[in-house]
């Protein structure tokens, strides 16, 4: 599957981003869908993920409550609505997929990435 990030831009600490992350090439609700961040000078981090279907979903500690995952299969998209942002989520995001959702959400597990799209949060 060919995945493509978008959204990415400069906001002002406090302020919201959404990003989104359209799929081709596979039947997009075989996979599920998790989001990943790498600041500068530091290794890509897991963000959050999502089930096939929307059910499930898992969030990093440091974006519980400010961050919410979602998907529209009809539209093979998946989305990350970035809330009350701040300058340390400044950040390269960017999506990624595999065919289970249970367990670790390690970089070595994705199966396929897309290239990234940059937030950039000024204080």
């Known amino acids: 599957v060919q995945l493509q990030a978008s959204g990415g831009g400069l906001v002002q600490a406090g302020g919201s981003l959404r990003l989104s992350c359209a799929a081709s090439g596979r039947t997009f609700s075989d996979y599920a869908m998790g989001w990943f961040r790498q600041a500068p000078g530091k290794e890509r981090e897991f963000v959050a993920s999502i089930n096939w279907n929307g059910a499930a979903t898992q969030y990093e500690d440091f974006v519980k409550g400010r961050f919410t995952i979602s998907r529209e299969n009809a539209k093979n998209t998946v989305y990350l609505q970035m809330n009350n942002l701040k300058p340390e989520d400044t950040a390269v995001y960017y999506c990624?997929?595999?065919?289970?959702?249970?367990?670790?959400?390690?970089?070595?597990?994705?199966?396929?990435w897309g290239k990234g799209t940059l937030v950039t949060v000024s204080s």
């Open positions: 990624a997929a595999r065919t289970w959702y249970s367990g670790w959400w390690r970089v070595e597990d994705m199966d396929f």
